[in-house]
Each structure stands twice: as C-alpha cells, then as structure tokens.
C-alpha cells in the first residue's frame, strides 16, 4: 500500500530514519522489570513488548529498519530473526557509562556481547551508538570504537555551550582522534546529534498514547492532513539539512523503551516515506547508521579533527553532569572490586580448566556486563536498582567463592580460634605478570599468632589495632546484611608481606605462636603508628625512604619526604564538603547526576588512617566517611583536598577509563570559548586510575581504588570527591533524593564510605612508573584463600608455591595481561597491555615484546590469532573493512603511529607498542596444565579452598 | 507454551475471561479521531490498533476470544476474520443511548449493523452488551433485545442502591419483562455487572502501561509472582462467585479502548489461565457472554423477575445522571428532525426507485446511526464532538437536500421576491399512513400574497408576525453559520391549512396577490394574537373548542377550557430554573451527565407563543430559551412548569424511548426502599414522547419535540427541562462544562434554544388518542419541497397531488407505519407498529390490521416474509432458537401474550396486537411505481424539487 521502498537520491536531503527504542538495562526498573513489564507505575517500559511487536512488523515489510543495542535485556530473542541490521550498533551487553567503568571492564562487557553475536548470528557490529552516556571518552573513541573495528560512533550528549558551536559551525560530525599514542591509527569517524536521540521535532512521536498528530490520510474521513505533515517533514529536514555538511542526514526515530507496540511507529513512517517522497522536496528512508555512515563516507568530505574527550557534561547552565563520577561509591567500589576478581577467577579458571567441576564465571561476567550499564556503576539510577546491580555482582561472586564480607573484615575462616591447636592457611594469588611483593592484612582474635613462608619458617609479621569506627561498622553491617551480630570479635589486623610469583600463588600458615613452639615474643613487630616525635610538635610517619611530617595536637599532616628521591614537599591533606544546593534559585538542585556546590566549608577528621609500608614509596590513606549528617536539611559532598605550594598552573591530569592521561586547565576548554558559570562542577572530571599535577621540579600524584569525581580547584591542589548524600532530585528523571542508607531493623542511617587513596610525590618526569606499575597493583589485589588444617595435613598435601609462567620469566614492566581466559571453545583469549602512552617514561614508553612461550610453558601453542579488541573478527579482516576519514587540513595529519608487528608463528612473541592492546585466541595441543592438580592433589580434603578477596 | 483450552468444568466456579474493548463512536474525541488515533492529547485511544493488533493474537491462539461492538467504527474491518464471537454482541452501528434516541432510531440503527453483518458475515448476534449507557429503558429490553432474538442483556450501570441489594439478594441476574402488553413473549434473560465493564479489581489491567503486576512466570529472572497472582484471581473469583447464582462468574476483561496492543492482554490472561487451571481452585476459560449465558442456561435455575425498567440512574448519592436527558437540546432537537426526515425519505426514495440516481439516504442513515450512541445525542460528548455530530448529519441531510437551515426560518426559495411575477411551489408530503391536515407556516417578504390549492382555488390563510427574537437569532445564526446575513428579511410567517392524502403529497401555490389578480384584501385571515379581552382583565385565546385563558398585564394563562369535551382547569404555566450545583460541597457539580440542582428561582418569560389552532384541541407553545446568562458564575438548567390543580398523587407517566408509557412515582421506587437525597434530580425521567398526570376526571399531557428530562415534583405539577448552561464539569469524564456557545466573529453567547411542546387536558381515560395520534404527527410532520414557477409552468407539467396507497385506504388509527424502506436487494423492509398498549383505549387497544394489498396498490407483492425487528432472521427462526427462562415463582407466569397471526400470503392481511411492531420484507414482482413519474413527467425542468424540512 505504501511505498517505502526508497533507497539514497543523490542530489536531494536525504533523511535517514533510523528506528530504535534505548532500553536501559536498568534505571528507574530494574533490567528484568524491565524486561517483562512489571513496575509500570514507576515508568511504562515492558522490553517484552518491544520484541514481540518488532518481528511481525519487520516481517510486514522488508524495507523497514530497526537497531537494538541492549544484548543483556534480549535473552537471545534475536535468534529468530535474519536481520542483520538489528545487531549493527554496539553490540555490548549493554551500552556502557564512559566516566565510571574501567577500561577492563569496558572492553570485556564489549568482548562478551560481541563474541555472543557472532556465533549466535554471525553478525559484525560496525557503529558505535552511544547516545544516552553523559559525556565520552577517549577511551570509548579509539579503543572501544575504533579498536573494536566500528565504522561510526554516534552519541547526542555533549556540553551545551559546545553543542552551540558546532551547530554553528557545522561541526557536529568529526573525525576524533582520541589517542596521542595512537594517532590516526585509532581514530574514529564520529556523529553528535544535533540535539538527542529523540525524532527532530515533538510532531514525529508515535508510540501508543503519544499526542504527535498521526498522518491522516484516510480521504473518507474527516481531518484529512497530508500535506500539512509533509511539509511538518520537510521543514524538519531542511532545518537539519541547515546545519550538517553532505546532504545526509539521520532522524533517530525512537527513545527510551519505545516501540513498545512497533506497528504504531512503522505505520506512520511507511505513510512518511511514502509521501514526503510523493511531495518530492527532500527525500525519506528507511535507513539504519551503518546505510547512513556509508552515505557520509561515499560523499568523500573532509571533517574536522577532535582529540581529548568529551568530559565534562554540561546540558545547561549550572548543571553539570560531574555528580555521578562519585554517586554511589560503595557500588563503585564493588564494582571495581569484582572486576579485579573476574580477571583473577578467569586466569584460575583457565588453569583449572573450565570444564571441571568448580568455578564458574560466567554469572559474574553477566553481572559485571550489565553494571556497566550507563544507569549502573554511575550512581543514577532508583535505589531499589543500585541494589539489585549488587545482588547480580553477588551472585556471581557467591557462585564460585563464599565470604564475600572479607572486604569488611568480617571473615571467619581467618577468625578462627587458632587456640584450639587449628592453622589457618592462606593461599595467596597474584594474578599479575610481574613478581610481586605485597602487605597482606587479616583480621584475627588471637594476640598470639606467628606466620611461616611455605618452607615452614616464621616470617616477621605485625598486629595492628583495629579501628573503632571499623570494629562498629563491621558490626553493624554484618547485622544489617547477615541478620546477626558475629558471635567472634576480632581485635587485630595481622600483617604480613606475602612474596608470590607472576600468574601464581604461595602458601602462608597462620597458627597460635604457642603451638607453634613459640613465646608471644611479637618478634619483629613494629606498629606504623609509633612514630618519633620530634622537637617542634612534630610527628615523622614512615619506616622506610617516605617519611611524612605531622604537627599539632590534631596531627595535621605538614610535610612529604622521600630521603631516596630527595623529595621534600609541603604538603597538607583536609576534607571539605560542598552543600548540595537545593534548587531554589533555579530548580537546579545537586543530585546524582548532577554537582551543584553551593558553599565550600571545612570537616574535622576522625577515623582516618595512612598507611606507609616499608619498601613502598606512597602513602595509603584510609578514609572513613559517613555518615553523611543531613538532618540539617541540606545535602552535603564531601571531598578530599591534597595541597602543596606546587605551582601548576590550573593545569592536571586525569585518566580516560582508567588508561591515557589527559591534560585538563581549570576554566578551559579547546574545543570553544568556556563561559564559566560553575567554577567547581564545571571543572570535575572522572578518575578511575588516578589524578595528578606537576611544576617544574616535581609532579604529586594520587591514584584511586575506584571510580570518583576530581578536580584541581586552586593551583597546587588536587581533590577527589568521596561521598555525596543529598536530599533533592536533580530533574533529570531519576525522580530519588541521592540518599543511600543502610538499615538495622528499622533504624536507618546514612551509608559510610571505607575506601582507600594513594599519594605519592616524584621529581618531575619519574612519576609514570608509580602510576602505571602501582595502578595495576591497585587494580589487581592479591586473591587470598582460606582453610584450616590440623598439624600440618594441608602443607604435607599440597603444592605450597606456583607460578603459570615459566620461573625464569616475568612480563616486561610496562607489559599487563588484562585478558586470560580460556572460551567455550577451549580456545584461550589472551589480551595484553602496554600500560604507557608515549613520551610518558623515558624507558617504559617504548616498544615492548612479550614471549608467548615462556608465558604459557607447560603448554604447546598450536596457533595464535590476533582478533580485533573484542575478539570478533580477525584485526587483519578488520583492518582492511575500515573505512579511511579525510581530515580537514593536511597539517593535521600525524605521522603513521608505531605498532607491534605480527606474531611470528615460530617466535611467538607479541611486540607492543605504547598504549597499544593486542588480542589474541591462542590455540594449544590438548594437554592439561597442572594448576588444579597442585590445588587437589589429593580428593579427600575436609574443606575446598575457595579464593576471596582482601 | 500456555495452555487455554480450558473449556466449562462442572463443580468448579467457572471465570468466564470476556476480552473486549469499548470503544465509543465518539465522546472526547470525534469517531474518526478514534479510529485513526488522532488527538491522543485529549485521549490515548486508537481503534486501528486495537483492530490491527487483534487478528494476529486471535490468529495465534484459536482458544483466545474476543468481542467487539461498534460496527461504525470498524470498516468492515472484520471482513477478513472468521469468527463468529466477533459479532456476537449488539451488532448495531453503536452501542446507543437508551434515555435520548427514539425506538425507531433505535430500530434503524440496530438494523444498518444487524443486516450489515448478516450479509457481510453471516453472523446473526445474540447478545445485548448495553454496558457503558446511563440507565436502561424497557424499549431497550423487550424491543431491542428480545425482539430482536437475543438471549440475554448484559450491562452494567443501574443505581448504586438497587445494586447493593442485588448483589446482597443474589439478584444481579433476572429475567426482565419489560412490556406489560407483551408480557413473557417479549422478555429477556438479563445480567447486571457486579461493578462495571472493566477486570474485576485493579490488578487485572493488562494495557501497555497499565500498571497491574504482570504475571512473572520466567525462574531465570528476579520477582517470580506465579502463586501471588494464582491466589489474586481465585480470590477475586471466589468473592465474585458468592453473589452470584450457579457457578459462572463472568469477568469483562477490558474497558474503554483497551487492546490496543491486543497481546499484552491476551499474553496474561494465557498465563492465568494455564497457572490458574494447574492450581485448581477454580476453573478459568476464554469465553464470551454466548458462552456464559449457555452455561447459565444450562444450569437451569429459576431467575428473579424484574418489570418497567432501570431510569434513573445514579452511581452514588447526590450523583443523579438525569441531566443528560436535556443537554445539548439542540442537537437532540436536530436528531429528532433528522429521524423524520430520514423516515420520510426512504418513502420517497422507494417510490422514486433506489437505484435511480438522485436521492440517496445512506449517508444520512449512518449519520443518523452514529449519534444514536450514548455518548452522542445524550449531549455527554465534548463539543467539538457535537459539532461533528451535527456535521455529519448535516452533510447526510445536503447529499439530498438543499435549505437544511429553514428551522431557523431561512428558506431562500420562500423568501422570493413574488412581486417580480413568478410564483411559489410548495409540494407537501405527508409520511403517514393517514390522511392528514395541518398547518404550514413559510416564511414570506411579501405581505400580498395569496395561497391556492392544486386546483387553483384561493385558501385561506393568515399572515402571523414573526417574533423580534426569532428575527434577531435568524440573522444572528445565518451570520455564524454562513458567514453572511441574509439580504432579505421576511416580515411574515404566512400560514395555511394543507390537507395531505396517506402517503402523499399535494401542491399549493403562493403568489402575490395583485399579480393573482387580488386585491391586498387578506381575506380570511385571522392572527391568534388578537384575542378577546373580557371583564376581569382576562385574554381568551383560541379559534375553537379550545381557548386558554390569560390575566394580568403579564398575560398569565389561567385557565383551559374545551367547549366540546368539557373540560374546564385552573392551568398555569411558568419558568423556572434551578441552580447547578457547583460541586463545592462535595466536587459533584452539575454537568453533561449529572442534575444537581441547588436552589430554584422563578423566570419571568419573554419571547413565549402559544398557540392555539383551530381544528385542533391542544396548544403549542414556542419557547426561546437563551442565551441562559451565567456571567455571575452559576449555571442555570431551565424548566417549564405545568401547574392544575390536580390530584396527582405523586404519580406520572413518562414513556420509554418513544413507546410504552412507564408509571413513575415520586420518591418511590419498585425494586427497593428508596432513600431519597435528590428529591428533584432524583425524580427525573427521560421522555422522548411525553409526559402525562391524571386524577379522577382529567389527564393532563404534554408532547415533546425532542428527548428532555421531565418529571412531577408537585402533585398537579409536571415539569419539562429545556435548557442547560453549566459551569462547571461533572466529573465524569467529558472535562468540559456544558456551556454551548455561538459565535459571531468574535463575539460568543451562549446558545438559544427554540422549541415546542405540546399541551392537553382530557377526560380521563380519553387522552391516549391524542398522545398517540398527535405524538405521530410530531415525530413525522409535512415534508415541504418548493420550487418557482413563471406563469402555470409547474402546475402545468406536474402532478398536483398524489397517494402511494389505494385511495380509498388509510391505515388503522392505531397502526403508524414505522419503516418502508427499499434494500438494496430490491426488496421492501416494512414495518407496522400498533401504537397503543393493552388497556390503553378502549377502542383502540385492540387488534389491529393493515392490507398490504392496499398499501401497495400499484405492484404485485410476490413474496412476503416476517423478519425479526432488526431484520436480519425469519422470525419463526428466531422463535425457535429463543431459550425460555424459568422465572421464580409461578404465580408471576403472565398468560401468553397475544400477538397478530402469521400473515396469509393470499390475503396479505397484517393483524397488529397492542404494542406489536411487525417488520416484513416484502418481494414484488418487476415494476416500478408512478411517483417519480409523477414529479419528473418531463425532463426540462430548471429547478430540480428538493424537499426541505417545514
């Protein structure tokens, strides 16, 4: 009946329609509410629905389009369907926050729907659509578009003022090229709506129930308007045509949870189509962004060149988007926690076998997929929804391990009475590359304990006190989530170094000093905070090179100084907090989304403890914060202020998703003329592995154990945002007050915070190394293991210390495997990293080669692949698809970037370039390594070891 | 995946699951609106997807059902389905009004759908689904429902305490006989709904968006609710069950345009069904009201009876729906003269040959169909949905005829300048089956005019002044309606006596009198405005037997007096109007639906004729009602008032859609022990023909042009509503005020009303006559058709008079001939309706009979077959197929009723028992008639004759 046929017509507006429906994989829902439709009074949205219309409408006609992103919310409904356009965008589980994942996280959420597309449709996604994200990353350009082999990235939010300009200037569609070390190699082809993701204009909605006026074109009825809604059409499309180079343009024909019935919307646009093109002015289809990216790339212009990021957010005045790089940080944290987790489990699952019995990760993979969803790990969606993220990540924890409250101190295994004549053994992981040495603290009753290395002798350990805020707060947690208080209270923190070997693990005993044959001698036992106190008040902190110098009744730290470096710093550290503002000047208040700081006032520490471990250079400090006080009326965020007299020049660096540093001025923006109106919100960016400043003779750099919001608000001085809690919405659908609370029986109180920073300060130029090398140790704890043996039966029975690589080999320093991880296949994935950008270390920023031999010893590679970065397609087929942007202005053009050359079957080694990640499926001649055999070596243990976390 | 093939179980509670969807033709939005989906801002409905979405979820499983009233809507949408239960319900073109439309509106509007989906379908419904009008009238029960073949009534509206003590007694079911002529052979097996026409509870709405909790049956996904949601409907089912007799409970599983995405709700009752059915409990079925009543039927239990009928009705205290017997009386007025005409011009078509080009009443047959929905000439539509009404029927009206605004006294053929020598023709057409004489009035410039028959003899006739107010509202509406005020301006109504043979017409000629040859002698006229003046200050008005006597300077009727029939009665006449409430006591103002009166406050007329004609015993009073002032805020509903001194005993009678008259007691009603909180509202009845008192020696009536609500407040009194101006919504749906405004430009009044009633008093016992008779006479007046003559032309080329029956035949007085009608199979639809009930008259409640012989005096009758009232099945079929109800107690079995005998196709003779309306459809053999001859004897005509509406 209606021609909707129409393909591209050269010499006319060609209007691209692209039908989609974004379906949050949680928000205001939790996903699978979501999914079937539940909870309708907080927000009609049924995904179910969704499906189910789309198919017999797609089937109706087959020039119709529709893009779907979400894979977490399809539970595979695709795979009745041939319609490869369906799959074309994204391809992840879900579409990804930019400003709180880590770039591990984004990459495996990325690898898991793209692997999960391909062999379930053979389908290759080529756009990346992320139009829903508050701000985007660098990251997000070159390595999760770009690297992944996407032709397009497409996304509608940016800052207001800059949308401004390039409406202006027509420079909405860029070639980003969003790596320094990269370059051009990397970059990306990208498209910014000229306003959302929305259709252009509210006259062109057509779900169920919206009030756009239908084409009526019906002759025997009355209110016939044909012409009236065509040339509605044509305005919309000359005026969007206005501000775009080539005469193509896109009408994202959807939003959230539309096409909840899809035959309302395709009815209308097969009337469009049909009769726009009658009418003849401009020219309508049905089109999805791969038709449309084709279009721009055969029209041969050349585009405007972007680097750096997209960060920070802004969609109007006073309302910047630089909240949620903190909201919720206990799920922040978790986050970051299970991601380290799901690296290490996947390593030991690949030792073990992944067919065995035993561990299995594929639950927390899904988990940790779905909580890097854009409403997820970035604090903004309902309550009722940050808790089902955590009851996902739980069950996937759960499914493979127990005592997942360790990271509270609560953890009974290692609170058993060793007076009983009972050893605990500590198996301890490194699921790094390198050989590492690492303080290992667990909680125990007994004052008298000694620990012995897996040959058996006594190694020097130490019994901090533990905190009384953490003493109350394990308490009252282990209350509220387990139901009862713990019948066994510990009273210390037993400290140890552990010494374990790359991809391996050792064996510590923990058992009463008594039994052991030992006096309470505390041999060797030194508490960090007996500190000298000098003349002048006061207080040196620090058993090795670190010394930090603290003054004063209050200890107010004073002084950082490294007598190896020779660095000799004023340095002072305080907590602040903004109020939250309320929203009475402009119904803009602070809310998750959004940091609306309305005064800046002073906090008096308590509960605050740092850390400094001989043989470590830095400084760790724990902070303690919460409850959040609100009774008051008014929400507050609080922040933690690290200042020198170091002259930086309003200039700092944050990472992009945990990876490339890039530089940030204070009240500055390349890409337009800033208008400042927010000089605090406006100048937060998102910190995932760390911050830092530097002048001219020394750079301070403080690294993160999760995502937060940062800043350098005055010159010489960094600070991170820690906790929010805040007591007004801030209009941007959420519809909750950012008030976590935690609840014992019916009292309620706000939620505390336990989290941890890094400090430390290097001579300008030597700073890289402690970033990248501490970051991964940051970022990959060790993974202990727990269980108890009687005399000496476990010891006798197991392989007390191992190592998957060879032992004469470690992985070059700047080199980390963030991919190990055998597939269904049996294939193994292998993902390794070179952790510096060029011209960030004098020796690390340099080609780097790691040899697979030596990596995998006790196995014989058969064939190695080298895969694009979410192992969909071989990166030489990629290569050659991708399609080549013309920048505007030949001086722009960098030289060719360096990379590593393909793997030599014979060799086998795998070169790296700086920043470059290389993905290989590794293929073996069967045989089994020996890893679970060392852990099982015999069948008739008592307990099954079971690895937790730190 | 479910399975739905449940079917009845006996010993179980038994829910009948009946999906369906009503969807008004119109009510806040036009019916093409909702067809199409268009202004959605107003309402979210959209017929085309629930039609559109429905076939491919019947399609999907068989054992799904759903039900579907309004054919108007639908066009003929169905066509490509084969089920049956589609169709099984109503089947008219609308579900109609009971309280406003006329039974024969009714009958016209059941046939055009019964016989539409009879020829298109072959389906012949079987149920009455009244469930959405405000009250439900005997009419409805005996003629449209039995009468029609139903087996049984469902609705659900009836007042709020006579269904609190149905559902207490168990009586929500009955057998409902509702003509006391016809008694037990008219009656219908009747459900009242417990609530309404929706799910029985809140957690039963299934629409997209709708926020009932989905049945969440997926183990994989989080909120498993199987046994929550098995439990809800057993519960609902079980409470459901105890007030309702056997073991079938129905549940209406839909409401206002609902199913739009047909499958959200057939997707969750699939799973009730299935889950509910594993549980056991009860038994749960996709059905229909056919099956549910087979099931009833078979259960074979004797049902309560109920007589009379269900007006009025309030759905809680002080919320009496009896406004809407009177609002929008303009439009009622103009369904009213639609319904004559539409009656007469089928007569005309028939004569004249359908198939011959020229005339053609479909267009108008549908109109009129349409705004016989309760949501149309009730006046409970937004206006913009009057308007379409009106529009509709406007243009129905056009594609026949030109002149539609002579009710307003604008004809230009009438208002000719005659002076320049030409002459009017009036052709006038009398509908009825009786010879009849009348008054005709035309408006006139000329004062000398003369008025010939069609044998060029001069008549009588009299020159009447027209009211300043009629002229100001003429020249006030042609200005609004037709952009421009008329150039001319009659003076004059000129009014003449035509006499008219059955079925026919006759021929008048007005000229001036000079060019006639006449002096300006006004021969013979007379103006009823000059009447006697007394002694005693008293004007005595009327020609004949009848005079009416006024006093005072405000000339106050007093008296009426019938010379012949002796009557002599104290009469007053007054108006008076209520105050609508404004709803600030308790938010019930007012309003389309609803009649709060507050207060009521005498008027002082201006702008009132009576008059009085001779040869007829009964008055006319015009009124003019408006603009009803409401610039002090309040809303006013205007009321004429009747005032003897009779002893009425606080009852009345007001007839049930036009046909049987209903005893009414003040205060009182049959079914239950009234408690009275609206003494004047809830005392309202509609009356659509009249109203009348009596007491030991007299009957005072009055006639109506149009439905009003009316009733008897006082004993002696009676009480007619004219008029309503309100300010406020009654919160019932329709979120507009009833404020009907004209607008001149700019400038908006509120509407005017002018209209008739009808007034007499006769001996007791004696007033049937004129009630019956008359009331025919004012459903179906003269129809005029005018052309211009120069010289004889006219009369010389055409038949001057004419009957379509055999002249020496009229039909009975008590049998009006209600439908004559030719199908487009070339078949006759007849219709004969006795007029009297049983003990009505003494001569006149008798059997009856009418020769078709003579009805038809110029064709062969070839076949002649009894149909059904809706025409759509033998009437000896439907008799067949009737189930016979058990009513409780024996002693309430009424003998048989009589009815005419079948006919002999020898004689075709039709015998009519009180109150039967027989409906044939007769065959003849190949011929055709005279009457188009007659008019169009020769072919050069420069005026093609229109019939107009007098």
């Known amino acids: 009946m209606y021609n909707t046929s129409a ?10 329609l692209v039908p989609h429906s974004h379906d949050d994989v949680g928000w205001l829902k939790t996903v ?35 893009i779907y992103v979400e894979q977490a919310i399809t539970h595979g409904f695709f795979a009745l369907l041939s319609f490869d356009f369906l799959l074309e965008i994204n391809g992840g589980m879900c579409m990804h926050d930019e400003a709180a994942p880590h770039y591990i996280d984004m990459i495996d959420q990325t690898t898991l729907g793209h692997r999960y597309i391909k062999e379930q449709f053979n389908v290759t996604p080529r756009i990346g659509w992320q139009i829903d994200p508050f701000g985007h990353s660098a990251v997000q350009a070159y390595l999760l578009s770009a690297e992944v082999g996407f032709d397009f990235l497409f996304f509608a939010r940016i800052d207001y003022q800059d949308r401004a300009k390039r409406i202006n200037e027509k420079t909405l569609e860029v070639v980003w090229r969003a790596s320094k070390s990269l370059g051009s190699s990397a970059q990306i082809m990208t498209g910014i709506s000229p306003k959302n993701y929305e259709p252009p204009s509210d006259n062109f909605y057509f779900e169920v129930g919206d009030t756009s006026p239908i084409v009526q074109d019906d002759m025997n009825l009355f209110d016939y308007n044909v012409p009236e809604r065509v040339n509605d059409f044509v305005s919309a499309a000359i005026a969007q045509a206005n501000i775009t180079r080539t005469n193509h343009i896109m009408w994202t024909m959807g939003t959230d949870f539309k096409y909840q019935y899809a ?33 721009k790339y055969a029209a041969n212009e050349s585009w405007p060149l972007k680097t750096d990021d997209f960060f920070p957010y802004a969609d109007r005045e006073n309302a910047y988007w630089t ?47 779905l909580v890097q969803h854009h409403d997820a790990v970035s604090g903004t969606e309902k309550q009722h929804v940050a808790d089902d993220y955590a009851k996902r990540l739980s069950i996937g924890y759960t499914e493979a391990e127990k005592c997942p409250l360790l990271n509270i101190s609560y953890c009974p295994p290692s609170e058993v009475d060793l007076s009983s004549g009972k050893s605990l053994v500590v198996v301890v992981y490194n699921p790094l590359g390198w050989k590492r040495e690492d303080i290992i603290r667990i909680p125990v009753i007994n004052e008298n304990v000694t620990v012995k290395d897996s040959k058996g002798k006594v190694i020097e350990s130490q019994l901090l006190p533990l905190l009384k805020d953490s003493m109350s707060l394990r308490n009252s947690y282990s209350t509220a989530y387990l139901g009862k208080s713990t019948n066994v209270t510990p009273s210390y923190w037993l400290a140890f170094s552990a010494s374990v070997p790359p991809l391996g693990f050792n064996t510590y005993i923990i058992s009463s000093a008594k039994q052991a044959g030992y006096e309470s001698s505390h041999s060797g036992m030194r508490t960090v905070y007996k500190s000298q106190i000098s003349q002048n008040d006061t207080i040196e902190v620090g058993p090795g090179n670190l010394k930090l110098l603290y003054s004063g009744k209050r200890a107010k730290l004073m002084r950082y100084i490294n007598s190896k ?62 409850p959040i006080p609100i009774d008051d009326g008014i929400g507050k965020e609080v922040v933690t202020q ?50 830092y400043m530097k002048d001219n003779s020394s750079e301070l750099s403080i690294l993160v154990d999760r995502s937060v919001g940062g800043s350098s608000i005055a010159d010489g001085q960094l600070e991170l945002m820690l906790h929010r809690r805040l007591v007004a919405d801030d209009n941007r659908g959420v519809s909750e007050a950012l008030n976590e609370t935690v609840c014992v029986f019916d009292k309620c109180e706000g939620l505390t915070i336990i989290g941890k920073y890094y400090l430390r300060i290097d001579p300008v130029g030597e700073a890289a190394k402690w970033r990248r090398s501490f970051g991964q140790e940051i ?33 070059p320093d700047n ?45 014989k590679i058969s064939k190695v692949t080298e895969m694009n970065l979410s192992a969909n397609q071989e990166r030489a087929v990629m290569e050659k698809k991708r399609l080549v942007w013309r920048v505007e202005g030949s001086s722009k053009e960098q030289p060719t970037a360096v990379r590593g050359s393909p793997v030599d079957p014979a060799k086998l080694v795998v070169e790296l370039a700086p920043m470059e990640i290389r993905t290989f499926v590794i293929e073996f001649y069967s045989e089994r390594g020996s890893f679970s055999d060392a852990l099982y070596r015999r069948s008739n243990l008592r307990r099954k070891a079971t690895f937790s976390l730190p």
Chains 1, 2 share one sequence.
């Open 779 to 811: 970022y990959s704890p060790f993974l202990l293991a727990f269980t108890e043996q009687d005399g000496d039966h476990w010891a006798n029975s197991h392989l007390a210390t191992y190592s998957a690589m060879d032992t004469t080999y470690v992985l």
């Open 565 to 626: 470096t020779s660095v000799n710093k004023l340095l002072e550290q305080s907590y602040i907090y903004y109020r939250g503002d309320d929203g009475s000047k402009d119904l803009q208040p602070s809310g998750a989304y959004i940091f609306r700081p309305n005064g800046t006032y002073p906090i008096e520490p308590e509960g605050q403890v740092t850390r400094v471990y001989k043989g470590k250079d830095h400084a760790e400090i724990e902070f303690t914060v919460g």
């Open 642 to 691: 690290i200042t020198s007299n170091m002259i930086s020049n309003k200039t700092f660096y944050t990472d992009s998703s945990g990876r490339d540093f890039i530089e940030r001025i204070r009240d500055y923006r390349k890409d337009w003329n800033l208008e400042v109106n927010q000089p605090i919100a406006g100048n937060y960016y998102p910190v995932n592995l760390g911050i």
């Open 32 to 66: 699978d509410q979501y999914y079937v439709g539940s909870n309708n009074s907080i927000q009609v949205a049924c995904v179910q629905n969704v499906l189910d219309s789309l198919i017999p409408a797609l089937v109706a006609d087959k020039n119709r389009k529709f």
């Open 263 to 295: 035959h309302t919307w395709f009815r209308q646009m097969d009337k469009f189509i049909h009769y726009v093109n009658q009418d003849g002015r401009v020219n309508a289809l049905y089109s999805t962004p791969s038709m449309y990216i084709d279009a």
């Open 7 to 16: 393909g591209i017509v050269p010499g006319k507006i060609n209007v691209h």
């Open 323 to 369: 909240g949620y790089f903190t909201s919720r940080p206990a799920l922040k944290g978790y986050v970051r926690t299970m991601s380290a987790y799901y690296l290490a489990a996947r390593q030991l699952e690949f030792f073990k076998g992944r067919n065995e019995v035993g561990l299995s990760t594929d639950s927390l993979a899904d988990a940790l997929a």
């Open 815 to 859: 080199v980390a495997l963030i991919t190990l991880q055998e597939l269904d296949s049996g294939k193994v994935l292998l993902r390794l990293a070179h952790l510096y950008e060029i011209e960030e270390d004098t020796d690390l920023s340099v080609m780097s080669s790691v040899e697979l031999k030596k990596v995998f010893p006790k196995k």
